[in-house]
Each structure stands twice: as C-alpha cells, then as structure tokens.
C-alpha cells in the first residue's frame, strides 16, 4: 500500500508520520522529530515532495508550527 510505503520513507529520513486513510484515498502529515535550522527549511520540504511523488501522491504544503 502507497500510503505504508510513503510513512515508511518519511520516517526512514527522521519525520514523524501520521497516515489518514478514508475511502477517497490517504493523507501522510509529516513533522520533524527534532527541529532543524531555518536554512535547512527548503531542504526538508523537497524531501518530503520527493516522497509523496515516489509513492503516487501530491505534494501540497510544508508548513512550520
């Protein structure tokens, strides 16, 4: 299943991941375990669309809390 597979990966490079399936599809929520300097923002944020994309979902928004 894509949405397994996309938590997986997300977690596999240190982001906490929660999956919210429903009967339309699945949603992965993705947050960093420890903060990360602000530079590194972008960085983080093209990894987790590259993870989204790698397992046939669509990268909405990286937000900070």
Known sequence: M???AAARDGRA????VDV???TVGWLA???RG?????DE???YARRFQTIATQNGGTFIQFAEE
């Open 2 to 4: 894509a949405a397994r």
């Open 13 to 16: 490079v240190g982001f906490i």
């Open 20 to 22: 919210r399936q429903d």
């Open 29 to 31: 929520v993705g947050r």
């Open 34 to 38: 420890l903060p990360f300097p602000a």
């Open 41 to 43: 923002r972008d960085r």
